[in-house]
Each structure stands twice: as structure tokens, then as C-alpha cells.
């Protein structure tokens, strides 16, 4: 099996797609189950995000390569096995190739999707997996009375248990080192974006220059001013899924933003022929690229020279978990943080959002240990 991507030649319908994956047999003749699959499934309205054209074109690839490999045909679904091809896939991954647990699931997610397809094609009678109801954890708190699950719900058989684990962050420690640590303006800035809006990694890479401006002459007092992201308004913005949504930012970050884009980002910008839409340029004054490996690699190199481990998406996490517990502190804002938290981050679920919750409860945890540190202290002094 070979995986290529393709270039501006490959078109469909007359529009130009560089980049999309294409699996190709040995052959070089097309591997058509797939690709039918992966023009379908990638190009729909749902479905604009162009990272999910490379994890989807490596999932298919490692797939049918095992079954390739193997000597199995993807058809036979009705084998006559207990273990179906996909759950011999998903141990494959987990116990030969040692894959991580969240990896492997992102992978059986589309080859799942490329057998509901080809059950809905008619290419095979039924699908190599079944449903099942599992147990949740049940909803506790504000949302408890809109909780229908009976604490239930539908499960893929072969799909392994999510892992359960709370994503890490930075403590304001760690913040005010690693910015101290990083003199790269253009450096800087990224991390302060990420650090005061949360936003993705795309995200990040795709912000416009557009969105930026002077708030002193804007004629809004705003203390908060209001930036609608929107994947449609042509100016290169991307989101998640193509969601369109509208995130806070403080006035005088807001005005930082304008300073950097007036008197810094001209350095890069100047190396570039043709002027660029993104607000953030790289060393060669082109856009970062929306796999983000760029930009991750800046974050952890920062962070390498002060001694933290982190990565573009912990940033997110410190944002969510910082501004939880400045909201929760201040409640004479007179919103609920955890609504406000979903809106900034672009959650569809207010379940995803309230993970932070724990992350709350941590420092919070902390803060109590500390305080009782120093009346420990205090009273051995006496």
C-alpha cells in the first residue's frame, strides 16, 4: 500500500484539493474503497478542517496495510471468527505496535466510518462490530436535571475505553518563567495568544490580521471587546469542524495585538512577496502550517530553556484553568463560568468543558496545602 497527498493538479468537480490523501495498492492502481470513502467523508459541509485529511488518510493506510500484510480482505465481515477484523486491528495496534491508547482510538474511529459507508453502499451486509450500553458517570451538579443518559450509553464494542486522565497545565510560576525565558517577539506573541484566548492549534496558525485593531480608535469602551471567528468571512480564519463562534479578548491585549501587528510583524511580513492573512508569520514571513508542527516545536523548545515541559495544546489547558479560577473568585461578574468558558473554547458539550472542573479542585487543593505551610511556619517561629 502507498499513501500519497495530492497537488493542485487533483481536482474534483473542477476545484483543486492539494493535500488530500490518496491510498494507492501496490500497483499503483487506486485503492477505490478507500478513496470513495475519504472523498466522501472529507469533503462534506461537516467535514472542512484539512487535519482530518492527514489522520484520516494515515488510518486508512495503516489499516489496510494490515489487513494487506495479513492476507485478509476487508469484506469479510461474516469470517466466522469471535474476533472481527477490526477488533483484530485494534489489538494489532495496542499490543504489536505498542500504539497509544488515544492514537489507536482515533484510528478505529475511521475505519468504523469506512465500514458504515461501505454498509450503506452495499458492499458488505452488515458491520464488523456491534453496539453495546455502557455505564457513564453520572451528571452531578447544575447540568444533573438535563441528563437523560439514565447513566448509559452507546458504545462501539471494539472501541477501547477512553482513557481516563486530567490534562495538564501550567501554574502562574511557570507562566511568568517560561514568557521571562522566551525573547523572540514573534515567539512571544504566541504564546501569549494561546496563554489569553485558548485557542487551537489551527487556530493559532490561521488568526487574521484582519481581526486586529486599535482599540482607542475603534469607538467601542468595551473592557472586553468581542471577536467573531468566522471560518466564512474570507479572511482565512479555521475552526474546528468550520464553527464559527465569538471569543473575549481584554482591550489592553486587544491594543498589545495592534502594536505587535504595527511594529513587529513588518519584519517577517517584509519577506514575503505577496501579503499574508494570518496575524502570526514564520521565519521566512509565510503562515504556519495547520498541522502546527511549527508552532509546537517553538512552544516546547521555549519551555526546554526554562526547564517546563509543555506543548501548544497545554497552553489551551492553562487558559481553561486559569480563567475557571479567576471566574469562580469573582462572582460578581454576574455570568456562569463554566458557559462562558464553553463559549471561549468552542466546546460543543458543556461535558468536554467541565473537565477543568478538576483541574479547579487541584489548585485548589494546593492553595489550602500552602496556607497551611505558612501558619506551620509561622507558629514554629513563635
Same mark, same amino acid.
Given at each position: 500500500?502507498?499513501?500519497?497527498?495530492?497537488?493542485?493538479?487533483?481536482?474534483?468537480?473542477?476545484?483543486?484539493?492539494?493535500?488530500?490523501?490518496?491510498?494507492?495498492?501496490?500497483?499503483?492502481?487506486?485503492?477505490?474503497?478507500?478513496?470513495?470513502?475519504?472523498?466522501?467523508?472529507?469533503?462534506?459541509?461537516?467535514?472542512?478542517?484539512?487535519?482530518?485529511?492527514?489522520?484520516?488518510?494515515?488510518?486508512?493506510?495503516?489499516?489496510?496495510?494490515?489487513?494487506?500484510?495479513?492476507?485478509?480482505?476487508?469484506?469479510?465481515?461474516?469470517?466466522? $471468527?469471535?474476533?472481527?477484523?477490526?477488533?483484530?486491528?485494534?489489538?494489532?495496534?495496542?499490543?504489536?505496535?505498542?500504539?497509544?491508547?488515544?492514537?489507536?482510538?482515533?484510528?478505529?474511529?475511521?475505519?468504523?466510518?469506512?465500514?458504515?459507508?461501505?454498509?450503506?453502499?452495499?458492499?458488505?451486509?452488515?458491520?464488523?462490530?456491534?453496539?453495546?450500553?455502557?455505564?457513564?458517570?453520572?451528571?452531578?451538579?447544575?447540568?444533573?436535571?438535563?441528563?437523560?443518559?439514565?447513566?448509559?450509553?452507546?458504545?462501539?464494542?471494539?472501541?477501547?475505553?477512553?482513557?481516563?486522565?486530567?490534562?495538564?497545565?501550567?501554574?502562574?510560576?511557570?507562566?511568568?518563567?517560561?514568557?521571562?525565558?522566551?525573547?523572540?517577539?514573534?515567539?512571544?506573541?504566541?504564546?501569549?495568544?494561546?496563554?489569553?484566548?485558548?485557542?487551537?492549534?489551527?487556530?493559532?496558525?490561521?488568526?487574521?490580521?484582519?481581526?486586529?485593531?486599535?482599540?482607542?480608535?475603534?469607538?467601542?469602551?468595551?473592557?472586553?471587546?468581542?471577536?467573531?471567528?468566522?471560518?466564512?468571512?474570507?479572511?482565512?480564519?479555521?475552526?474546528?469542524?468550520?464553527?464559527?463562534?465569538?471569543?473575549?479578548?481584554?482591550?489592553?491585549?486587544?491594543?498589545?495585538?495592534?502594536?505587535?501587528?504595527?511594529?513587529?510583524?513588518?519584519?517577517?511580513?517584509?519577506?514575503?512577496?505577496?501579503?499574508?492573512?494570518?496575524?502570526?508569520?514564520?521565519?521566512?514571513?509565510?503562515?504556519?502550517?495547520?498541522?502546527?508542527?511549527?508552532?509546537?516545536?517553538?512552544?516546547?523548545?521555549?519551555?526546554?530553556?526554562?526547564?517546563?515541559?509543555?506543548?501548544?495544546?497545554?497552553?489551551?489547558?492553562?487558559?481553561?484553568?486559569?480563567?475557571?479560577?479567576?471566574?469562580?473568585?469573582?462572582?460578581?461578574?454576574?455570568?456562569?463560568?463554566?458557559?462562558?468558558?464553553?463559549?471561549?473554547?468552542?466546546?460543543?458539550?458543556? $461535558?468536554?468543558?467541565?473537565?477543568?472542573?478538576?483541574?479547579?479542585?487541584?489548585?485548589?487543593?494546593?492553595?489550602?496545602?500552602?496556607?497551611?505551610?505558612?501558619?506551620? $511556619?509561622?507558629?514554629?517561629?513563635?
Amino acid at each position: 500500500m502507498v499513501l500519497i497527498w495530492a497537488d493542485e493538479d487533483f481536482k474534483i468537480s473542477g476545484q483543486p484539493y492539494p493535500g488530500f490523501p490518496i491510498l494507492l495498492l501496490d500497483s499503483m492502481e487506486s485503492c477505490s474503497p478507500a478513496n470513495q470513502f475519504m472523498r466522501h467523508y472529507l469533503l462534506r459541509g461537516q467535514v472542512r478542517s484539512r487535519r482530518s485529511w492527514c489522520s484520516t488518510g494515515r488510518a486508512l493506510f495503516d489499516f489496510f496495510s494490515f489487513l494487506q500484510a495479513h492476507d485478509l480482505d476487508w469484506r469479510d465481515v461474516d469470517r466466522g $471468527e469471535a474476533k472481527s477484523l477490526v477488533a483484530a486491528y485494534r489489538d494489532y495496534c495496542l499490543e504489536t505496535c505498542k500504539l497509544h491508547l488515544s492514537t489507536t482510538r482515533q484510528r478505529l474511529y475511521y475505519v468504523c466510518k469506512f465500514y458504515e459507508f461501505a454498509r450503506e453502499e452495499g458492499w458488505v451486509s452488515r458491520l464488523p462490530f456491534t453496539y453495546e450500553e455502557r455505564k457513564v458517570k453520572k451528571t452531578v451538579g447544575f447540568l444533573a436535571h438535563v441528563d437523560t443518559s439514565g447513566g448509559k450509553t452507546l458504545a462501539n464494542d471494539v472501541m477501547p475505553r477512553r482513557p481516563k486522565y486530567l490534562p495538564k497545565f501550567l501554574r502562574m510560576p511557570e507562566i511568568k518563567t517560561l514568557l521571562a525565558a522566551t525573547e523572540n517577539p514573534h515567539h512571544r506573541m504566541l504564546l501569549r495568544l494561546a496563554l489569553r484566548t485558548g485557542l487551537r492549534q489551527e487556530e493559532l496558525a490561521t488568526l487574521p490580521l484582519a481581526y486586529v485593531f486599535d482599540p482607542d480608535k475603534s469607538g467601542r469602551t468595551e473592557r472586553n471587546l468581542s471577536i467573531r471567528l468566522d471560518p466564512f468571512d474570507g479572511s482565512g480564519m479555521m475552526t474546528k469542524r468550520s464553527k464559527p463562534r465569538t471569543i473575549r479578548i481584554s482591550r489592553r491585549f486587544m491594543a498589545d495585538l495592534y502594536h505587535y501587528a504595527m511594529k513587529v510583524r513588518g519584519e517577517r511580513a517584509s519577506m514575503s512577496e505577496t501579503p499574508q492573512k494570518a496575524l502570526l508569520l514564520n521565519h521566512v514571513g509565510q503562515p504556519y502550517s495547520l498541522a502546527g508542527k511549527s508552532l509546537n516545536r517553538i512552544i516546547s523548545d521555549a519551555g526546554k530553556r526554562c526547564g517546563i515541559k509543555v506543548h501548544t495544546h497545554m497552553l489551551r489547558h492553562t487558559y481553561a484553568t486559569q480563567t475557571l479560577v479567576g471566574l469562580q473568585r469573582n462572582p460578581a461578574y454576574g455570568l456562569d463560568p463554566l458557559v462562558f468558558l464553553q463559549g471561549q473554547l468552542g466546546h460543543e458539550s458543556i $461535558e468536554t468543558t467541565m473537565v477543568y472542573l478538576h483541574l479547579v479542585n487541584e489548585i485548589a487543593d494546593e492553595a489550602v496545602l500552602a496556607y497551611d505551610d505558612e501558619l506551620n $511556619e509561622m507558629e514554629e517561629a513563635d
